[in-house]
């Protein structure tokens, strides 16, 4: 990516167009609640992960960035890695739950 | 010879006319390298005595020379500095930074100052922890030895709840990481940008690839463990809870984000000590390596399974058994590459004209020493012999096989191969043998008897046993004293060849990669006089001789 | 760098020519090198929200409810806030790569004053949660206090990464005056803004972990309450 | 708070050795001596310890000092102890305070049974307090002594030792071991070492034979292997310095060592 010829006009446009995105999902987060009720978490975390895609794609010119994207995504999948073997396998299927003081101690209210 | 450095002194900043300040303030990579050999061997020995003085102590059941508590900050003191001071940072920081750049025909690492920044950050981490060493108590503020006894571990709850110095502890710990995690990013960063013309990544010598797979490590896995000490130290200071069940935390939860560090951390160590084997077993076969892509492969995949395996250190700590099984199975994987790259080592060796030089028979030795710690691996592996075998001696033993007698072995080897690189002097290879000899006498000695007492149930760190144990306990210590003499001579050797061995030249072993291609040794500052075009395979031979050959002015090939 | 750096020429053996990257003026190392710090962020940032879905999922609930009593305006406003601010500072890089150094200074001074604002709104937010008896080792936060053990570790968690992403915004601001010192000195120019690039992605990267922080702590109780709740409940 | 706690509690141990217990190893305590055990049931020292090696703890039950960490240390030890309980040997700790009831003495059984973290046959521990001043004889048979102390309240208090005084399965003193942490395999030697060899298994009978006690260190050693520990060790220093001075010479007789 040469750094020297830019357009100026253009990248602000950019900008400005990402910034209304962002605007706009951030809003979204905000009705979302009294809309669709099914599944908040899901919904919002959804809505996080499009906005953090146009910030790193816009904001941080990842945008063709091959050598770094790819760094980028093998960090990614190590965390969802961790993710899912911890929160996805070992913690639903610990069978000693019900023995656990952390988990059913008197005071959490269940 | 075109000098780039924008400073002659070729210093972080001004321009210091003693020498001392020069070497303070220096971001030549060399310099850096032998300051960080320096401080690390320092701190090997006093972790070496550290554990000798526990070896005493076992020597009979009941106390013989120090009570239990001190036995508990031995073992700690001994674990935090050969792990976070000595080990971690270890290869990569020392044959990383002296001869990393020199092998890629690089002038130096991508970020000199970085890197100066880095060394320094390692030495105020040391200090921290050694400040944690003793605390003053509040009665009448004599001194006394009051270092964490948690184990360099660091488990909760246990680490939340003891009156030692446990949150310097941590402090030291994190900034150690993050040395390490620029260390890592530095490289990176060099064998990305700095490779000389030509050299493609299938290019590169194999110790660079063990670099490179390490950085990955060091970049991505530290973080984690940085951030679970920080919820460690705030969970001391403020009570949030996190890992203490008390508050409802879970401890199962440190062991988790601890281990994804600290299992990584173990290939971190190894993946550069491979590298030198690799390295080492071509120019001493004066033979092509065998099947070099599946090496520099297996590198980059034992760095990448050794992210999914961390679990296996929880087997007896309350996670679901599916977990469980998954995480063996994964494990069982490493062992593929690491199988490929002992058979590619041999087969190099395979009809190659083999000189038993002193670091060949380092490296010999490790393949004995590492394949006893990688198998034994394996045993504990399984779900159902690690929940007996967990926590005993036998864990011990594995650990130290693989970590002394592969990488530190290693780290000798590559110590005794790049010594003439590094001082331009060679030492007495017959007495330099001696001290390999008894080091692997002593290892074998020290630990072999361990497998066995772990297996008939000696639980590790206790300062006293029944006297069932006894007998292996004191093949140990006899083990142990003939390790340390044997580390005590090979230092003195190779302090004895610096001193006063006949100058090597610049090529001494036959080698083919590029740090054996500089106008002089000691190297110059920025290394080769001129950046070579890198149009060759690593290691090429023709029957037993090199086959590049450079002019070291204009760095053409002659050949 | 005090005189211009000359890239070294290697020739290989037919004499065609190779130039050399050293590690003066590139570009593109420096970058590169900034991600790789970035991906430490993301390590360490993952490493908590781990911690928090994994009590997440042993308490539910508790999280749930200790969500919804969270101030959600005061959060959004801040959202809001980075989000303009990640704007600004984008903006200035680009004024600073078509050389319009003084348009780029104001920018920065803009974000400096977005962030400072920020930092004003958590402070007002975090008082406010003290004085409810919410504040790390103080009343509802103690051992003995009969709290939920789920809400005790959502507001530890809370108090400790908005904390930590408070204290990251303070380095950003530190950097933003170092940045501007350095464009003053001319240190950091048009032709050589390197700097000024990885802090701006210093800056987005700050905003990216918001991102994150602001629903998992503010609004996943949100339909909880709207749905659940009093008002017009179902 | 534990800490200073414990740090008093050692201070006071201390002070109570300097008031002492003086060893009578060898000496033998009458197995007529009588005691009431928990049930109120009037007990001669014979059947208590029918037959079997025994150790004896001197306490008293209201004791608030350093009889708690004892009893726990105890229960603890017992746990691990690699002896079978009510078949290799007894354990009997007895009240040498006039005024107590066998319901305290029940109550103190019942914990710190409970506190053995394994299936333990409860008639092997038993909690006794005096019958007509027979904790006071024997107390001065074994050589314990205390000391009563009235508080300002009233409050009746003894400053005495802890020890573990074990006894041949005749009622000989064989062994004390003071202080209230004891490791399990101190006890064990000294059970086994009580009843003179005539129990435990071949292994601890070698044991018997070869091992010594030294009463500074409290402690069972192979009393070579310290000796060998510390001439190696001395042995590779010697080698060290040995290094040290041929470096020196090498200086000398300028380097051409070839070999």
């Known amino acids: 990516m040469d750094i020297k010829t830019i357009n100026y006009e253009e990248e602000k446009k950019v900008y400005y167009k990402v910034l209304i995105g962002l605007l706009i999902l951030t809003t979204i987060t905000f009705i979302q609640p009294h809309i669709y009720t099914a599944n908040t978490f899901a919904s919002q975390m959804f809505i996080a992960v499009i906005k953090a895609w146009l910030i790193l794609m816009y904001y941080m010119h990842l945008k063709g960035e091959k050598l770094i994207g790819a760094m ?11 993710f899912i073997i911890i929160i996805g396998i070992d913690v639903p299927n610990f069978q000693f739950g019900d023995e656990s003081y952390i988990m059913s101690a008197p005071h959490t209210t269940k | 010879m075109s000098k780039t450095y924008f400073d002659e002194t070729h210093c972080a900043f001004g321009h210091p006319k003693s020498t001392f300040m020069q070497w303070m303030l220096t971001i030549d990579h060399k310099r850096i390298g032998l300051m960080y050999a320096a401080v690390m061997f320092t701190f090997f020995f006093v972790a070496v005595a550290t554990a000798f003085v526990m070896r005493l102590e076992l020597l009979a059941p009941g106390q013989q020379f120090i009570d239990g508590d001190t036995f508990n900050q031995a073992f700690t003191l001994h674990g935090v500095i050969m792990i976070f001071l000595f080990i971690i940072p270890g290869i990569p920081a020392i044959f990383g930074n002296i001869v990393m750049p020199i092998m890629i025909g690089a002038k130096d690492v991508s ?32 001194m006394i030895f009051n ?15 003891t009156g030692t110095n446990v949150i310097t502890t941590l402090v030291a710990a994190f900034i150690l990481g993050m040395a390490s995690i620029l260390t890592g990013l ?83 160590m190894i993946l550069p000590a491979f590298g030198i084997m690799s390295e080492i077993i071509p120019v001493f076969s004066r033979k092509e390596i065998f099947g070099y892509r599946t090496i520099a492969l297996s590198s980059a995949s034992i760095a990448g399974i050794g992210y999914l395996v961390w679990g296996h250190h929880l087997f007896t700590s309350g996670m679901a058994d599916i977990a469980k099984t998954v995480f063996s199975f994964l494990t069982f994987f490493v062992a593929i590459p690491t199988g490929i790259k002992f058979y590619d080592w041999v087969a190099t060796m395979y009809q190659g004209k083999i000189v038993l030089s002193t670091p060949m028979i380092w490296a010999l030795g490790t393949i004995i020493t590492f394949a006893i710690g990688g198998l034994t691996g394996i045993t504990i592996t399984m779900v159902g012999l690690d929940i007996h075998l967990q926590d005993t001696y036998y864990s011990v033993a594995h650990f130290h096989y693989a970590i002394l007698g592969g990488v530190v072995f290693l780290m000798f080897a590559g110590m005794h191969y790049w010594f003439p690189l590094i001082t331009g002097k060679m030492y007495n290879e017959k007495k330099a043998k001696i001290a390999f000899y008894m080091n692997f006498v002593g290892i074998n000695l020290l630990w072999f008897p361990m497998f066995i007492a772990g297996y008939l149930g000696m639980p590790r760190r206790y300062f006293d046993y029944l006297p069932e144990f006894e007998i292996y306990h004191q093949i140990s210590f006899a083990g142990a004293v003939v390790m340390v003499s044997g580390l005590v001579y090979m230092f003195w050797v190779l302090f004895q060849g610096w001193r006063n061995g006949e100058p090597s030249g610049t090529n001494p072993w036959n080698a083919t990669t590029l740090e054996w291609h500089l106008p002089s040794s000691p190297p110059p500052l920025e290394n080769h006089s001129k950046v070579p075009y890198v149009d060759f395979e690593p290691y090429k031979y023709e029957n037993g001789e090199p086959v590049v050959k450079f002019d070291y002015e204009t760095m053409k090939r002659i050949d | 760098m005090s005189h211009e750096y000359v890239p070294e020429i290697a020739t290989d053996r037919d004499g065609n020519e190779h130039e050399v990257q050293g590690w003066q003026d590139d570009f593109y190392g420096g970058k590169l090198g900034f991600w790789l710090f970035m991906l430490t962020e993301v390590m360490m940032f ?30 959004g406003t801040n959202t809001v806030i980075l989000l303009v601010s990640a704007l600004t500072m984008g903006l200035g890089l680009l004024r600073m790569r078509t050389g319009d150094v003084k348009g780029a200074k104001l920018m920065i001074w803009a974000t400096i004053l977005l962030a400072l604002i920020f930092l004003g709104i958590k402070a007002v937010e975090w008082n406010a949660e003290y004085h409810h008896g919410i504040f790390l080792m103080h009343d509802q936060m103690l051992p003995e206090s009969s709290m939920a053990f789920g809400k005790k570790l ?29 464009i003053n000195s001319e240190k950091v120019t048009q032709d050589h803004h390197i700097l000024y690039w990885n802090i701006a992605l ?20 949100a339909g909880d309450v709207v749905a659940g709740g009093g008002h017009h409940g179902h | 708070m534990k800490k200073i706690l414990m740090f008093l509690l050692i201070t006071l141990s201390l002070k109570a050795a300097q008031l002492g217990v003086n060893e009578h190893q060898g000496a033998m305590v009458p197995l007529d001596l009588t005691f009431i055990n928990e049930k109120g049931e009037k007990v001669t020292l014979k059947k208590l310890m029918d037959g079997k090696p025994t150790m004896i703890s001197l306490n008293y039950f209201r004791c608030a000092g350093i009889c708690g960490p004892q009893f726990e240390d105890m229960a603890k030890m017992l746990s691990q102890l690699k002896l079978a309980e009510n078949i290799d040997y007894k354990a009997l700790t007895i009240s040498f305070a006039e005024d107590e009831t066998p319901a305290l003495a029940a109550a103190k059984r019942k914990t710190y049974l409970g506190a053995i973290e394994r299936p333990f046959v409860q008639d092997a521990w038993h909690f006794l307090i005096s019958d007509n001043n027979s904790s006071a004889k024997l107390s001065k048979i074994v050589g314990f002594t205390y000391q009563k102390e009235v508080s300002k309240a009233g409050v009746v208090d003894y400053i005495h030792p802890a020890a573990l005084i074990m006894l041949s399965p005749e009622g000989k003193v064989t062994r004390y071991l003071n202080g209230i942490n004891q490791l399990p395999f101190d006890v064990k030697m000294a059970l086994l070492e009580a009843g003179e060899g ?3 298994p071949t292994i601890a009978k070698r044991l018997l034979f070869c091992f010594a006690y030294d009463p500074k260190g409290k402690t069972y050693v192979f009393k070579w292997e310290k000796i060998t520990g510390i001439v190696m060790t001395l042995m590779m220093l010697a080698f060290f310095i040995y290094l040290v001075v041929t470096t020196k010479r090498d200086d000398d007789n300028n380097p051409d060592h070839q070999n």
């Open chain 3, 46 to 75: 993952g490493g908590m929200f781990l911690s928090l879905a994994y009590y997440n999922t042993l308490h539910p609930h508790d999280f749930l409810e200790a969500s919804a009593s969270l101030n959600r305006w005061l959060g």
């Open chain 3, 202 to 221: 210093y800056w987005d990267i700050v905003h990216l972990i918001w991102v994150f922080v602001f629903p998992y702590f503010y609004m996943i109780g």
């Open chain 4, 198 to 200: 005539k129990i435990g």
């Open chain 3, 154 to 182: 959502f507001f530890g968690m809370y108090f400790t990464m908005t904390g930590l992403h408070g204290f990251h915004i303070m380095i950003g601001i530190g950097l933003m005056l170092w940045l501007i010192k350095r």
């Open chain 1, 72 to 82: 980028v995504i093998f960090a990614l999948f190590l965390v969802s890695f961790f």
């Open chain 2, 111 to 142: 970020f000199p100052r970085l890197n100066w920044f880095t060394f320094w950050l390692y030495i105020v981490g040391a200090l921290v922890a050694l400040s944690s060493l003793v605390s003053f108590n509040d009665v009448d503020g004599e």
């Open chain 2, 147 to 161: 270092f964490a006894d948690t184990g360099w571990t660091f488990y909760a709850p246990y680490s939340l709840n």
């Open chain 2, 186 to 268: 530095n490289f990176l960063v060099t064998i990305h940008r700095l490779r000389a013309p030509g050299m493609g990544f299938f290019k590169m010598p194999l110790f660079v690839w063990g670099i490179y797979a390490t950085g990955w490590i060091q970049l991505l896995a530290t973080p984690v463990v940085g951030i679970t000490l920080v919820l460690a130290i705030l969970e001391k200071q403020f009570g949030i809870g996190i890992f203490d069940p008390a508050k409802g935390g879970d401890p199962v939860l440190f062991q988790h984000l601890f281990w994804i560090y600290s299992h990584p951390a173990v290939y971190l």
